[in-house]
T-cell receptor
Framework: GQQLNQSPQSMFIQEGEDVSMNCTSS?????WLWYKQDPGEGPVLLIA?????ELTSNGRLTAQFGITRKDSFLNISASIPSDVGIYFC???????????FGTGTSLTVIP | DTEVTQTPKHLVMGMTNKKSLKCEQH?????MYWYKQKAKKPPELMFV???????INESVPSRFSPECPNSSLLNLHLHALQPEDSALYLC????????????FGNGTRLTVT
């Protein structure tokens, strides 16, 4: 199946720093989702985006649905140690039930 | 707490065993999914059920057999697995409509010996 290109692959940052990651596709998507996954657990939904240009926040997290509909961005402000984990984007073309996942960004926060 | 419940949390099975993974959701969702995930990799879609009918099978080997007894339950029957099938198996659900994200369970960690 199609994979989305997610970057960076990994990040090592100091506590308190801001984080940015993005997800790109060669196809247009109608839905973008951002998840965080801790070891041994399932992905947890952080933010869902349904309209081009949409900017949505969830606490210190902000995500945007790119205007071209081929990309999405996630920002984390003032990182804390519990932000450690793997972040995945996921996208859906049309209104079907098939979601495509990004390759993941592994985030390490150094206290 | 996740609203998608998966059992068991861990499973170790031999290559000749038959076992089943179970998933349950009570959010009224009409689409249910099985994903397979290897360490540090994204989830890979295996099967999708929509309104209790199999709608997507991503060319999964027949040693994996899904079943959707009703709109709240999803099973994955396992038989004659290989060691390379060891992975985290994730169940997910959505309401099957346009503005609906995927909600995941915490997965079953499967080890095939």
């Amino acid at each position: 199946g199609q994979q989305l290109n997610q970057s960076p692959q990994s990040m090592f940052i100091q506590e308190g720093e801001d984080v940015s990651m993005n997800c790109t596709s060669s196809s247009i998507f109608n839905t973008w989702l951002w998840y965080k996954q801790d070891p041994g657990e399932g992905p947890v939904l952080l933010i869902a985006l349904y309209k081009a240009g949409e900017l949505t926040s969830n606490g210190r997290l902000t995500a945007q649905f790119g205007i071209t509909r081929k990309d999405s961005f996630l920002n984390i402000s003032a990182s804390i140690p519990s932000d450690v984990g793997i972040y995945f984007c996921a996208g859906r073309r049309g209104t079907g039930n098939q979601f495509y996942f990004g390759t993941g960004t592994s985030l390490t926060v150094i206290p | 707490d996740t609203e998608v419940t998966q059992t068991p949390k861990h499973l170790v099975m031999g290559m000749t065993n038959k076992k089943s993974l179970k998933c349950e959701q009570h959010m009224g969702h009409r689409a249910m999914y099985w994903y397979k995930q290897k360490a540090k990799k994204p989830p890979e879609l295996m099967f999708v059920y929509s309104y209790e009918k199999l709608s997507i099978n991503e060319s999964v080997p027949s040693r994996f057999s899904p079943e959707c007894p009703n709109s709240s339950l999803l099973n994955l029957h396992l038989h004659a697995l290989q060691p390379e099938d060891s992975a985290l198996y994730l169940c997910a659900s959505s309401n099957g409509q346009g503005n609906s994200p995927l909600h995941f369970g915490n997965g079953t960690r499967l080890t095939v010996t």
